[in-house]
């Protein structure tokens, strides 16, 4: 009898289909919906209810593992319905269609696929034309409305997960290949998430909030502060429906201003002194022109997907992004390996960090601060170098950790207790309280809480004594070579456990500089990479700031 597809066995046909879709790896297996059309005997045969292992094995082939489920709670019809959700995605997207109805879905679905990437998904997202697509949408459709809404562009859902996109596929050889011209167009369209700090949060929730709460927002003249930003909305997670948590935008687009901008260096004054040596010999503070050589050479963005040599490249890529993984996926049935609290790997912050800042001129910020229309063009500033070492220090069991602070004035000291000293040393750091109303004594890292972020299983199965830690206090210092340059500071502060926001309280190390006052920075690291957020004078509480500046540091690799 002649062969036929009515008479292959279904096994026949499941290899068939494997080895065909595997002769292209990139793009939705197109043999199969072929196959499953030809008659209804070959499509029950290739069916998901008739042939689990086809769509699991398809799946594998064709993206990242997913995020582990505990207790295998997945199913065929999970996996089949991610798939097909996977497909439909990458074809909008390949399509071009910036305004497609869908699009909401298809960037929801590319976020996470960014964020489990281990290098099947970025396969995926090239085949389907992702960098070409995402560089129009910012360029054609992210100011759509910001004419009715006075010329600020809109923080919709849509425009959340572009920009958090774009910076996710950014890459050095990405930003060599754009034109000068495309640079400074990005950072034009960018500058108002990044710069209008009084529009466009930060921090998920309202950061003046240590425990989240049901805290008023307080009004401004841009609407309330903090300002708040789409949230939440719901989604289908291999067929599952979760809670997804948009991240805020504007961390993105600080990195995106950043990156774009580290393509110019800093110019370097002829009169400086070519050295530290010549400059205290002849008696001369302030920054030197090696100083500046440095800071051009050494002092850039990271990129998520590039290896810098540090202890986090030792992770799977998809780990790295663990904490803005949790942060965005509420799946009652997951809990991250890596992360404690949830939204932050024990250890990352430790070491020595260098970048700049973004300190735009105080009249010009407070018209945009008073006026309800955005500037056109947006002002462009200057960058500055900023240069900190960190320390992690814990609160383990039996110990008690500091005590809330509540109101204004314990967000303006870093969540610390007002009144309270510490003293800190190598073994660790105490606080006393105000009339030595409570001590707390804080440590170093135990060497298995640093192993949560790097070794396989889930949080269960780590070993107890790192689940003895409750509360996450951080230390920095300027070290003596990049202070005689740009000035020494001290830092202190807590990390936020739901949603790890840090927040750190600076302070001039000489006390005849109190002229340089108090700062306070907020931000997130984002992907293990960048700790980035924004930073303000210590004035205002929780009302909008009269300045604020921007921030992006990374780790120094070269001395870890």
């Known amino acids: 009898m002649p062969a036929s597809l009515i008479t292959t066995p279904a096994e026949l046909l499941e290899q068939i289909v494997v080895i065909a879709a595997r002769q292209h790896p990139q793009g939705p297996p197109h043999i199969l919906r ?26 594998k082939d064709k993206f990242s593992p997913w995020r582990n489920f505990p207790g295998g709670q997945l199913t065929v019809d999970n996996i089949e319905h991610e798939l097909r959700k996977r497909c439909r995605a990458l074809q909008r997207i390949r399509r071009g269609d910036i305004a497609d109805p869908n699009i909401l879905e298809s960037l929801s679905t590319i976020y996470i696929m960014m964020l489990e990437d281990d290098g099947r998904n970025w396969d995926q997202l090239l085949w389907a034309q992702l960098p070409i697509f995402m560089t129009r949408f910012l360029r054609e459709r992210l100011m759509v409305g910001a004419e009715t809404n006075n010329g600020w562009p809109a923080e919709n859902e849509v425009n959340v997960l572009a920009v958090s996109i774009f910076w996710l596929m950014s890459c050095s050889e990405s930003i060599r290949d754009e034109t000068d011209e495309l640079r400074r167009e990005f950072v034009q369209l960018l500058s108002p998430y990044s710069l209008a700090g009084f529009r466009y949060p930060c921090f998920t929730g309202l950061e003046y909030d240590f425990c989240p709460s049901e805290n008023s927002p307080k009004p401004s003249a841009h609407g309330i502060y903090s300002p708040t930003h ?20 504007a961390p993105y687009a600080i990195l995106v201003h950043f990156s774009r901008l580290e393509t110019r260096p800093l110019m370097i004054p002829p009169h400086l002194p070519e ?19 440095y800071f051009n050479t050494r002092c850039k963005t990271h990129f998520p997907g590039t290896v810098y040599g540090n202890r986090f490249d030792t992770l799977l890529k998809s780990r790295r992004h663990d904490p803005d993984w949790t942060r965005s996926i ?3 049935l997951y809990r991250s390996p890596s992360s404690l609290p949830g939204q932050y790997i024990p250890g990352t912050i430790s070491g020595r960090w260098q970048g700049s800042f973004i300190a735009p001129y105080y009249n010009v910020y407070k018209d945009m601060l008073s006026s309800p229309s955005a500037p056109s063009p947006f002002p462009t500033f200057g960058r500055f170098p900023l240069y900190v070492t960190f320390r992690e220090l814990y609160c383990y069991s039996p110990s008690i950790p500091l005590p809330l602070g509540s109101g204004e004035g314990a967000f303006e000291n870093a969540f610390l207790p007002i009144g309270c000293r510490w003293h800190e040393t190598e073994a660790g750091i105490e606080f006393t309280g105000e009339n030595a109303s409570f001590k707390a004594y804080y440590s170093p890292p135990r060497q298995e809480h640093l192993e949560i972020g790097f070794v396989e299983g889930t949080a269960s199965e780590s070993k107890p004594s790192a689940h003895g830690a409750f509360d996450v206090i951080i230390t920095g210092v300027t070290e003596d070579r990049y202070a005689a340059a740009w000035g020494g500071y001290r830092y202190v502060g807590r990390i936020r456990p739901s949603d790890g926001l840090i927040v750190l309280l600076r302070e001039p190390l000489d006390p005849q500089m109190t002229e340089l006052g108090r700062a306070l920075f907020r931000g997130y690291i984002i992907s293990s990479r960048n700790f980035v957020g924004r930073w303000r004078c210590v004035s205002s ?18 001395r870890e």
């Not at 072929?34 to 799946?59: D, H, I, K």
């Not at 789409?230 to 935008?249: A, H, K, W």
């Not at 509480?541 to 070269?558: A, Q």
């Open 330 to 332: 509420r799946d009652p």
């Open 34 to 59: 072929s196959l499953r059309l030809t008659c209804r005997m070959s499509n029950n045969a290739l069916s998901p209810e008739s042939n689990s292992y086809l769509y699991l094995m398809l799946f």
């Open 275 to 293: 050295t530290r040596a010549e400059a205290v010999a002849d008696g001369i503070s302030g920054p030197t022109k090696e100083d500046i050589v």
């Open 541 to 558: 509480g929780v009302h909008p700031p009269e300045w604020e500046s921007i921030f992006s540091l990374c780790k120094d690799v070269s």
């Open 230 to 249: 789409p949230t939440s909305t719901t989604i289908f997670y291999f067929g599952r429906s979760v809670r997804f948590n948009l991240p805020p935008l």
